[in-house]
């Protein structure tokens, strides 16, 4: 059987990259799976970098990381056979985004190179082929658990069955709806910042400044501590305001004319085309909300308190429903989404700091007074009020409250199940080698060394 070679790289991040041992026939192989070596570089490296990234490892290194590479290797195998195809246009986003981490973490393309004492192109072509990778063992291990069915007797039965020191404990969950209000920027704040803007565009076409320098100045974008430098992206990708004017440049040496989005007011100098991807740099600028209009905002909020709470005039779900600017909840009655679980239950940790703080003192049923809080998606200050409708105390899990805790557990232990039986006859029908000093192992699965 013939596997490709791959370099695990176990770490991620900024890791360095991992150790390039083909074609070296001084390297000590340590495994072979079918006709393809790991070698002991490539273990030292990955046992390296777990290190850095301070990664726990639940038993020997120097098993646990050669049997992840070769369970790997089995898994592309598998999606050479099935033919499993990646989609190159995400896996170059992929490697942009991974590029430009390194770039924001390291300071510049220059450093990157330095740091992992390679040229950028070799960089970037092993974070794309590490994904794409990653990409085709995900694919083959959905195939594998595709017709996974789970039903409410199942998991009954499943949670029934579970050691009492294996229930999980959930910790303290809320369920929160809020209500917002964006107080309007002044438009003396507004012609202030394109003014600033213009005097940057001014500077750069004279030849007095650099983008870049002002970017790293002035910028309030993430990306101004790089120059501004957004990395390739596709259009799909950006706000479309943005996208409309950047995709639209041609002139590496001229700026944009001035573009607001949701974020903000910008200026964008394009760097280079690619395809259907460009880089550019930009300047952002956000206009600031006056202290007297968060005044009025709380005022007015305060108000909507009193109607709800005081006068019964209306209830919380009709302010969010007419009054609430938050596009997210106005038109689900200003119950908020958890993004990460797709549910509206929520662990403290995983709410706004401004809206837990808060949470945490009330009781269900309780409306908060108004409080300022940064729009999430905007980095703006807008005004709140929200409404705990549901508090569910930190608790051992049980089927009432966390039925869908337990589903997940029950899946992903089936899944599991299927693919640890898909493992073991997969190894038995593959030609494995494992080198001395390297046979010692309590491998998590069965067969790795064959009887003669």
């Given at each position: 059987m013939k596997l490709k070679h791959i370099a695990l790289?176990?770490?991620?991040?900024?890791?360095?990259?991992?150790a390039a041992a083909q074609n070296n026939i001084a390297e000590e192989v340590a495994w072979v799976i079918g006709d393809d070596p790991i070698y002991k570089s490539e273990i030292?490296?990955?046992?390296?970098?777990?290190q850095q990234d301070r990664q726990t490892i639940q038993g020997d290194p120097y098993c646990v990381i050669p049997e992840d590479m070769?369970?790997?290797?089995l898994f592309l195998h598998q999606a050479d056979l099935d033919t499993v195809e990646v989609q190159q246009a995400m896996v170059q986003q992929q490697a942009d985004a991974q590029m430009n981490f390194l770039i924001t973490n390291l300071g510049s393309r220059e450093k990157v190179e330095q740091y992992f004492r390679k040229p950028f192109s070799e960089i970037r072509e092993y974070y794309a082929t590490n994904m794409a990778n990653r990409y085709r063992v995900q694919q083959v291990r959905q195939s594998l658990t595709k017709n996974v069915k789970v039903t409410p007797s199942d998991v009954r039965r499943y949670f029934n069955k579970l050691p009492q020191d294996s229930i999980p404990y959930v910790p303290l969950q809320v369920e929160v709806?809020?209500?917002?209000?964006?107080?309007?920027?002044?438009?003396?704040?507004?012609e202030n910042v394109k003014a600033r803007l213009r005097d940057y565009t001014d500077r750069v076409n004279r030849g007095e400044s650099e983008f870049s320098t002002l970017a790293i100045l002035y910028s309030e974008a993430p990306e101004g501590i790089r120059g501004g430098e957004?990395?390739?992206?596709?259009?799909?990708?950006?706000?479309?305001?943005?996208?409309?004017?950047?995709?639209?440049?041609?002139?590496?040496?001229?700026?944009?004319?001035?573009?607001?989005?949701?974020?903000?007011?910008?200026?964008?100098?394009?760097?280079?085309?690619?395809?259907?991807?460009?880089?550019?740099r930009h300047i952002l600028l956000r206009p600031k909300v006056s202290e007297e209009d968060l005044n009025k905002?709380?005022?007015r909020l305060d108000s909507v308190r009193t109607d709800i709470v005081e006068n019964k005039k209306f209830d919380f779900e009709t302010a969010a429903r007419y009054i609430s600017q938050d596009k997210d909840t106005r038109y689900s009655n200003g119950v908020m989404m958890n993004q990460e679980t797709g549910?509206?239950?929520?662990?403290?940790?995983?709410?706004?700091?401004?809206?837990?703080?808060v949470v945490a003192e009330m009781q269900p049923g309780e409306i908060s007074q108004p409080f300022v809080m940064k729009d999430p998606k905007r980095d703006r200050e807008i005004v709140a009020i929200v409404k705990l409708t549901?508090?569910?105390?930190?608790?051992?899990?049980?089927?009432?409250?966390?039925?869908?805790?337990?589903?997940?557990m029950y899946e992903n232990a089936t899944k599991q199940e299927i693919i640890d039986k898909w493992l073991e006859k997969k190894i038995a029908d593959t030609y494995v080698r494992i080198e001395d000093g390297w046979r010692g192992c309590d491998f998590r699965h069965k067969g790795w060394i064959k009887s003669k």
């Open positions: 790289c176990i770490a991620g991040g900024a890791a360095a990259l991992c030292e490296q990955a046992y390296q970098e777990m070769a369970i790997e290797r709806q809020i209500v917002t209000i964006n107080p309007p920027v002044p438009r003396e704040e507004i957004l990395g390739f992206v596709g259009r799909g990708t950006l706000v479309p305001e943005f996208a409309a004017v950047a995709f639209n440049l041609n002139d590496p040496k001229k700026v944009s004319k001035i573009v607001e989005t949701e974020f903000g007011f910008h200026i964008i100098q394009l760097i280079e085309k690619r395809g259907d991807r460009i880089n550019c905002a709380i005022t549910t509206t239950v929520f662990q403290m940790s995983q709410l706004p700091q401004e809206v837990a703080r549901n508090r569910i105390e930190p608790h051992q899990a049980n089927l009432g409250d966390d039925y869908q805790l337990l589903k997940e």
